[in-house]
Protein backbone atom coordinates (compact mmCIF):
# COMPACT_ATOMS: atom_id res chain seq x y z
CA UNK A 1 0.00 0.00 0.00
CA UNK A 2 1.02 3.56 -0.68
CA UNK A 3 1.44 6.41 1.22
CA UNK A 4 -1.43 8.53 1.38
CA UNK A 5 0.61 11.76 0.79
CA UNK A 6 3.55 12.79 0.84
CA UNK A 7 2.92 14.72 4.21
CA UNK A 8 1.23 11.45 5.70
CA UNK A 9 3.76 8.49 4.96
CA UNK A 10 1.60 5.79 6.08
CA UNK A 11 -0.36 3.19 5.08
CA UNK A 12 -3.88 4.25 4.12
CA UNK A 13 -5.68 1.25 6.28
CA UNK A 14 -3.60 3.05 9.41
CA UNK A 15 -4.74 6.52 8.83
CA UNK A 16 -8.42 6.38 9.96
CA UNK A 17 -7.10 4.33 13.49
CA UNK A 18 -4.63 7.07 14.09
CA UNK A 19 -7.21 10.08 13.30
CA UNK A 20 -9.51 7.79 15.71
CA UNK A 21 -6.66 8.04 18.35
CA UNK A 22 -5.69 11.54 17.72
CA UNK A 23 -9.47 13.08 18.28
CA UNK A 24 -9.89 10.72 21.40
CA UNK A 25 -6.16 12.16 22.85
CA UNK A 26 -5.83 15.37 21.39
CA UNK A 27 -7.73 18.41 21.65
CA UNK A 28 -8.60 19.96 17.94
CA UNK A 29 -7.81 23.64 19.02
CA UNK A 30 -5.61 25.23 21.48
CA UNK A 31 -7.21 25.84 25.11
CA UNK A 32 -7.59 29.33 25.63
CA UNK A 33 -5.14 31.14 28.23
CA UNK A 34 -5.40 34.54 29.47
CA UNK A 35 -2.54 36.35 30.33
CA UNK A 36 -1.06 36.92 33.71
CA UNK A 37 -2.46 39.52 35.89
CA UNK A 38 -0.06 41.86 38.55
CA UNK A 39 -1.99 40.37 41.24
CA UNK A 40 -1.11 36.85 39.44
CA UNK A 41 2.51 38.18 38.88
CA UNK A 42 3.23 39.08 42.16
CA UNK A 43 1.34 35.90 43.91
CA UNK A 44 3.90 33.58 41.77
CA UNK A 45 6.81 36.07 42.82
CA UNK A 46 5.65 35.61 46.78
CA UNK A 47 4.88 31.92 46.36
CA UNK A 48 8.45 31.23 44.97
CA UNK A 49 9.74 32.99 48.39
CA UNK A 50 8.23 31.23 50.56
CA UNK A 51 7.71 28.19 49.29
CA UNK A 52 11.52 27.71 48.99
CA UNK A 53 12.28 29.36 51.93
CA UNK A 54 9.70 26.58 53.65
CA UNK A 55 11.77 24.15 51.54
CA UNK A 56 15.08 24.38 53.78
CA UNK A 57 13.33 23.56 56.85
CA UNK A 58 13.26 20.09 55.52
CA UNK A 59 17.31 20.13 55.05
CA UNK A 60 18.20 22.05 57.73
CA UNK A 61 21.24 21.18 59.78
CA UNK A 62 20.84 18.96 62.92
CA UNK A 63 23.94 17.48 64.08
CA UNK A 64 22.45 14.09 64.88
CA UNK A 65 21.75 10.67 62.61
CA UNK A 66 18.46 10.23 60.67
CA UNK A 67 18.08 7.11 63.22
CA UNK A 68 17.85 9.41 66.12
CA UNK A 69 15.49 11.80 64.72
CA UNK A 70 13.42 8.89 64.22
CA UNK A 71 13.81 7.55 67.83
CA UNK A 72 13.41 11.04 69.56
CA UNK A 73 10.66 12.46 67.03
CA UNK A 74 8.55 12.66 69.90
CA UNK A 75 10.34 14.72 72.19
CA UNK A 76 9.83 18.54 72.57
CA UNK A 77 12.39 19.60 69.81
CA UNK A 78 11.60 16.51 67.19
CA UNK A 79 7.65 17.57 67.48
CA UNK A 80 8.75 21.28 67.07
CA UNK A 81 10.98 20.07 63.81
CA UNK A 82 8.45 17.34 62.64
CA UNK A 83 5.79 20.59 62.79
CA UNK A 84 8.02 22.92 60.05
CA UNK A 85 8.92 20.33 58.50
CA UNK A 86 5.79 18.99 57.37
CA UNK A 87 3.42 21.80 57.79
CA UNK A 88 6.19 24.36 55.91
CA UNK A 89 8.95 22.74 54.57
CA UNK A 90 7.18 19.26 52.53
CA UNK A 91 4.03 21.49 51.97
CA UNK A 92 6.10 24.16 49.81
CA UNK A 93 7.09 21.71 46.75
CA UNK A 94 2.95 21.06 45.29
CA UNK A 95 2.44 24.34 44.52
CA UNK A 96 5.67 25.00 42.75
CA UNK A 97 5.36 22.31 40.51
CA UNK A 98 1.42 23.48 39.52
CA UNK A 99 2.98 27.02 38.91
CA UNK A 100 5.13 25.30 35.93
CA UNK A 101 2.33 23.13 34.41
CA UNK A 102 -0.04 26.81 34.65
CA UNK A 103 2.77 28.82 33.16
CA UNK A 104 3.91 26.59 30.85
CA UNK A 105 -0.06 25.73 29.30
CA UNK A 106 0.37 29.07 27.56
CA UNK A 107 4.39 29.49 26.93
CA UNK A 108 5.08 26.19 25.33
CA UNK A 109 1.97 26.71 22.71
CA UNK A 110 4.07 30.24 21.30
CA UNK A 111 7.10 28.10 21.00
CA UNK A 112 8.39 25.65 18.26
CA UNK A 113 9.57 22.29 20.21
CA UNK A 114 13.34 22.59 20.30
CA UNK A 115 13.47 26.38 20.97
CA UNK A 116 11.03 25.83 24.02
CA UNK A 117 13.38 23.10 25.16
CA UNK A 118 16.38 24.14 24.77
CA UNK A 119 15.35 27.21 26.77
CA UNK A 120 14.48 25.14 29.08
CA UNK A 121 17.75 23.05 29.04
CA UNK A 122 19.38 26.52 29.67
CA UNK A 123 16.89 27.60 33.12
CA UNK A 124 16.52 24.28 34.51
CA UNK A 125 18.50 21.11 33.70
CA UNK A 126 21.67 23.49 32.99
CA UNK A 127 22.25 24.74 36.17
CA UNK A 128 21.02 21.54 37.84
CA UNK A 129 23.72 20.30 36.55
CA UNK A 130 26.56 22.93 37.94
CA UNK A 131 24.89 23.16 41.18
CA UNK A 132 25.13 19.17 41.17
CA UNK A 133 28.80 19.62 40.16
CA UNK A 134 30.08 22.26 42.72
CA UNK A 135 28.32 20.37 45.52
CA UNK A 136 30.34 17.23 44.66
CA UNK A 137 33.70 19.44 44.21
CA UNK A 138 33.00 21.65 47.48
CA UNK A 139 31.36 19.00 49.96
CA UNK A 140 33.14 16.04 48.92
CA UNK A 141 36.46 18.38 48.52
CA UNK A 142 36.16 19.72 52.50
CA UNK A 143 34.91 16.02 53.60
CA UNK A 144 38.58 14.62 51.79
CA UNK A 145 40.67 17.66 53.89
CA UNK A 146 38.49 16.34 57.04
CA UNK A 147 36.74 19.79 57.67
CA UNK A 148 33.65 18.20 57.73
CA UNK A 149 31.78 14.95 57.27
CA UNK A 150 30.61 14.08 53.97
CA UNK A 151 29.90 10.90 52.25
CA UNK A 152 32.58 10.38 49.48
CA UNK A 153 32.41 9.57 46.14
CA UNK A 154 32.79 5.31 45.96
CA UNK A 155 33.62 5.22 42.02
CA UNK A 156 33.27 7.30 38.78
CA UNK A 157 29.40 5.95 38.97
CA UNK A 158 28.99 7.55 41.90
CA UNK A 159 29.98 10.69 40.95
CA UNK A 160 28.16 10.78 37.71
CA UNK A 161 25.23 10.03 39.05
CA UNK A 162 25.35 12.56 41.74
CA UNK A 163 25.86 15.18 38.97
CA UNK A 164 23.68 13.59 36.32
CA UNK A 165 20.80 12.01 39.05
CA UNK A 166 19.77 9.76 36.56
CA UNK A 167 18.65 6.47 38.56
CA UNK A 168 18.89 7.75 42.03
CA UNK A 169 18.63 10.51 44.40
CA UNK A 170 21.00 12.88 45.26
CA UNK A 171 23.03 12.40 48.55
CA UNK A 172 24.75 15.32 48.43
CA UNK A 173 22.36 17.79 46.74
CA UNK A 174 19.30 15.88 47.61
CA UNK A 175 16.60 18.49 46.37
CA UNK A 176 17.53 18.86 42.82
CA UNK A 177 15.68 16.04 42.02
CA UNK A 178 12.91 18.26 41.51
CA UNK A 179 14.61 20.35 38.84
CA UNK A 180 15.36 16.72 37.38
CA UNK A 181 11.97 15.65 37.29
CA UNK A 182 10.63 19.16 36.11
CA UNK A 183 13.10 19.18 33.09
CA UNK A 184 11.80 16.10 32.16
CA UNK A 185 7.78 17.31 32.56
CA UNK A 186 9.00 20.44 30.50
CA UNK A 187 10.44 18.75 27.49
CA UNK A 188 6.94 16.66 27.85
CA UNK A 189 5.31 19.70 28.05
CA UNK A 190 4.31 20.63 24.34
CA UNK A 191 2.44 17.29 23.86
CA UNK A 192 0.80 17.59 27.78
CA UNK A 193 -0.72 20.45 26.70
CA UNK A 194 -2.11 19.74 23.47
CA UNK A 195 -3.64 16.47 25.26
CA UNK A 196 -8.07 16.50 26.05
CA UNK A 197 -8.12 17.12 29.60
CA UNK A 198 -10.17 13.25 29.66
CA UNK A 199 -6.33 12.55 28.67
CA UNK A 200 -4.74 14.02 31.20
CA UNK A 201 -6.95 13.09 33.88
CA UNK A 202 -5.92 10.02 33.11
CA UNK A 203 -2.37 10.98 33.40
CA UNK A 204 -2.84 12.50 36.29
CA UNK A 205 -4.57 9.26 37.81
CA UNK A 206 -1.85 7.43 36.59
CA UNK A 207 0.83 9.13 37.90
CA UNK A 208 -1.52 9.45 41.56
CA UNK A 209 -1.13 5.25 41.39
CA UNK A 210 2.48 5.94 40.56
CA UNK A 211 3.12 8.05 43.75
CA UNK A 212 1.10 5.56 46.21
CA UNK A 213 2.20 2.42 45.13
CA UNK A 214 6.14 3.49 45.24
CA UNK A 215 6.31 1.64 41.57
CA UNK A 216 10.20 2.62 40.16
CA UNK A 217 10.54 3.73 36.47
CA UNK A 218 13.25 5.91 35.62
CA UNK A 219 11.88 8.62 33.59
CA UNK A 220 10.45 10.52 37.20
CA UNK A 221 12.11 9.95 40.35
CA UNK A 222 9.46 11.77 42.24
CA UNK A 223 6.21 10.74 40.50
CA UNK A 224 3.91 13.57 42.32
CA UNK A 225 6.22 16.22 40.27
CA UNK A 226 4.48 15.13 37.36
CA UNK A 227 1.21 14.69 39.14
CA UNK A 228 1.48 18.64 40.11
CA UNK A 229 2.43 20.05 37.34
CA UNK A 230 -0.30 18.26 35.17
CA UNK A 231 -2.72 19.66 37.65
CA UNK A 232 -1.05 23.18 37.35
CA UNK A 233 -1.98 22.75 33.57
CA UNK A 234 -5.64 21.72 33.93
CA UNK A 235 -6.15 24.56 36.67
CA UNK A 236 -4.67 27.09 33.89
CA UNK A 237 -7.69 25.86 31.81
CA UNK A 238 -10.37 26.06 33.82
CA UNK A 239 -9.75 29.00 35.23
CA UNK A 240 -8.41 27.13 38.81
CA UNK A 241 -6.05 30.25 40.30
CA UNK A 242 -8.71 32.66 40.03
CA UNK A 243 -11.10 30.39 41.77
CA UNK A 244 -8.92 29.29 44.56
CA UNK A 245 -8.47 33.45 45.09
CA UNK A 246 -11.65 33.80 44.97
CA UNK A 247 -12.07 31.63 48.26
CA UNK A 248 -12.52 33.07 51.79
CA UNK A 249 -9.12 32.48 53.46
CA UNK A 250 -11.26 29.84 55.69
CA UNK A 251 -12.29 27.77 53.16
CA UNK A 252 -8.83 27.71 51.35
CA UNK A 253 -7.60 26.60 54.93
CA UNK A 254 -9.96 23.44 55.81
CA UNK A 255 -8.47 20.69 53.85
CA UNK A 256 -5.25 21.75 55.25
CA UNK A 257 -6.38 22.01 58.69
CA UNK A 258 -7.79 18.50 58.49
CA UNK A 259 -5.07 16.85 57.27
CA UNK A 260 -2.09 18.78 58.81
CA UNK A 261 -2.62 16.82 62.35
CA UNK A 262 -2.77 13.05 60.76
CA UNK A 263 0.51 13.74 58.38
CA UNK A 264 2.13 15.49 61.18
CA UNK A 265 1.17 12.44 63.49
CA UNK A 266 2.09 10.14 61.76
CA UNK A 267 5.77 12.01 61.04
CA UNK A 268 6.20 11.70 64.72
CA UNK A 269 4.48 8.58 65.82
CA UNK A 270 3.71 6.55 63.04
CA UNK A 271 6.82 5.66 61.56
CA UNK A 272 6.22 1.41 61.72
CA UNK A 273 2.90 2.59 60.50
CA UNK A 274 4.95 4.01 57.66
CA UNK A 275 6.40 0.60 57.19
CA UNK A 276 3.35 -1.68 57.31
CA UNK A 277 0.81 0.36 55.90
CA UNK A 278 2.78 2.28 53.02
CA UNK A 279 0.30 3.03 50.42
CA UNK A 280 -2.17 4.65 53.14
CA UNK A 281 0.47 7.03 54.33
CA UNK A 282 1.13 8.29 50.83
CA UNK A 283 -2.64 8.37 50.25
CA UNK A 284 -2.65 11.43 52.86
CA UNK A 285 0.31 12.66 51.90
CA UNK A 286 -0.76 13.13 48.49
CA UNK A 287 -4.03 14.56 49.82
CA UNK A 288 -1.79 16.67 52.44
CA UNK A 289 0.27 18.32 49.50
CA UNK A 290 -2.26 18.87 47.45
CA UNK A 291 -4.26 20.94 50.62
CA UNK A 292 -0.78 22.55 51.03
CA UNK A 293 -0.64 23.63 47.70
CA UNK A 294 -4.23 25.08 48.21
CA UNK A 295 -3.50 27.32 51.21
CA UNK A 296 -0.45 28.04 49.85
CA UNK A 297 -1.74 30.13 46.41
CA UNK A 298 -4.37 31.61 48.75
CA UNK A 299 -1.74 32.90 51.20
CA UNK A 300 0.42 34.23 48.27
CA UNK A 301 -2.42 35.90 46.80
CA UNK A 302 -3.22 37.80 49.79
CA UNK A 303 0.40 38.72 50.43
CA UNK A 304 0.21 40.74 47.01
CA UNK A 305 -2.16 43.26 48.87
CA UNK A 306 0.69 43.32 52.04
CA UNK A 307 3.33 45.78 52.63
CA UNK A 308 5.79 42.16 52.34
CA UNK A 309 5.05 42.08 48.78
CA UNK A 310 7.63 44.79 48.27
CA UNK A 311 10.00 42.91 50.30
CA UNK A 312 9.15 39.28 47.85
CA UNK A 313 9.58 41.26 45.30
CA UNK A 314 13.43 42.07 46.04
CA UNK A 315 14.18 39.00 47.13
CA UNK A 316 12.25 36.80 43.65
CA UNK A 317 15.44 36.97 41.86
CA UNK A 318 17.32 35.42 43.90
CA UNK A 319 15.07 32.72 44.89
CA UNK A 320 16.19 29.82 42.31
CA UNK A 321 19.74 30.66 43.19
CA UNK A 322 18.77 30.36 47.07
CA UNK A 323 16.70 26.68 45.83
CA UNK A 324 19.99 25.13 44.12
CA UNK A 325 23.01 26.43 46.83
CA UNK A 326 21.15 25.89 50.33
CA UNK A 327 22.13 22.30 50.17
CA UNK A 328 26.22 23.37 49.98
CA UNK A 329 25.27 26.36 52.25
CA UNK A 330 23.99 23.38 55.24
CA UNK A 331 26.37 20.93 54.29
CA UNK A 332 29.26 23.14 54.90
CA UNK A 333 27.50 26.44 57.11
CA UNK A 334 25.64 23.79 59.38
CA UNK A 335 28.76 21.47 60.32
CA UNK A 336 31.11 24.77 60.74
CA UNK A 337 28.46 26.97 62.26
CA UNK A 338 25.78 24.67 63.90
CA UNK A 339 28.42 23.60 67.09
CA UNK A 340 28.31 27.00 68.30
CA UNK A 341 24.27 26.70 68.63
CA UNK A 342 24.49 23.14 69.58
CA UNK A 343 22.99 20.68 67.75
CA UNK A 344 19.04 19.66 68.31
CA UNK A 345 18.49 18.10 71.88
CA UNK A 346 20.61 21.13 73.25
CA UNK A 347 18.90 24.63 74.70
CA UNK A 348 20.42 26.26 71.77
CA UNK A 349 19.14 24.12 68.64
CA UNK A 350 15.78 25.73 68.12
CA UNK A 351 16.56 29.13 67.69
CA UNK A 352 19.36 28.72 65.25
CA UNK A 353 17.02 25.87 63.57
CA UNK A 354 14.62 28.88 62.90
CA UNK A 355 16.73 31.29 61.75
CA UNK A 356 18.35 28.35 58.92
CA UNK A 357 16.39 29.47 55.63
CA UNK A 358 17.27 33.31 56.69
CA UNK A 359 20.97 32.34 57.00
CA UNK A 360 20.69 30.88 53.64
CA UNK A 361 19.05 33.44 52.11
CA UNK A 362 21.37 35.78 53.29
CA UNK A 363 24.54 34.07 51.99
CA UNK A 364 22.66 33.29 48.61
CA UNK A 365 21.78 37.06 47.99
CA UNK A 366 25.55 38.12 48.67
CA UNK A 367 27.09 35.68 46.79
CA UNK A 368 24.53 36.43 43.92
CA UNK A 369 24.88 40.04 43.62
CA UNK A 370 29.02 39.38 44.10
CA UNK A 371 28.51 37.26 40.86
CA UNK A 372 26.64 39.47 39.34
CA UNK A 373 28.87 42.42 39.66
CA UNK A 374 32.50 40.69 38.95
CA UNK A 375 30.80 37.39 36.63
CA UNK A 376 27.27 38.30 35.50
CA UNK A 377 27.93 35.31 32.93
CA UNK A 378 28.45 32.76 35.45
CA UNK A 379 25.77 34.15 38.00
CA UNK A 380 23.50 34.10 35.13
CA UNK A 381 24.30 30.25 34.09
CA UNK A 382 23.90 29.63 37.94
CA UNK A 383 20.55 31.59 38.68
CA UNK A 384 19.05 29.79 34.95
CA UNK A 385 19.08 33.35 33.19
CA UNK A 386 17.41 35.12 36.53
CA UNK A 387 20.16 37.46 38.06
CA UNK A 388 20.93 39.20 35.19
CA UNK A 389 18.88 42.21 35.19
CA UNK A 390 15.98 41.27 33.58
CA UNK A 391 12.43 42.86 34.29
CA UNK A 392 10.62 40.28 36.81
CA UNK A 393 7.86 39.41 34.30
CA UNK A 394 10.20 37.91 31.90
CA UNK A 395 12.16 35.84 34.70
CA UNK A 396 8.64 34.37 35.56
CA UNK A 397 7.79 33.41 32.19
CA UNK A 398 11.36 32.00 32.27
CA UNK A 399 10.60 29.13 34.19
CA UNK A 400 6.95 28.60 32.68
Known amino acids: MAPTSDKWPIPAFWRPVLDAVGDLLFARRAYPTVPLSPVQSDAIA ?3 VFCILGIIYVHAWTGVTWASLIQNSDSAQGIFRWTFVELIGRSSVPLLGMISGWLVASSAMRRGYWSFVSGKARTILLPML ?42 LNVHTTFLRDLFVCMALAPLLIRLRTSSLALLAAITLAWSIFAWWFPLFLRPQIPLFFILGICARRYDGAERVA ?16 VKLAISIWGYQLGREQAELVATIDVGMRLAAALLAWRTAVALT ?24 MIWVGGQLLGPLAGRMGTPGYPPFFLIQPLLCLGAAMLIGRFLT ?8 LLSGGRLRG ?11
Open 130 to 171: LWNALALAIICGLGWTGSIRAPMPQNLEWAFDEIVGYATFNK
Open 246 to 261: ALPFAYAALPFALLGP
Open 46 to 48: AAR
Open 305 to 328: STPLMGMMRRIEPYAFFLFCSHMI
Open 390 to 400: EPRARRILATA
Open 373 to 380: EIAPGLAS
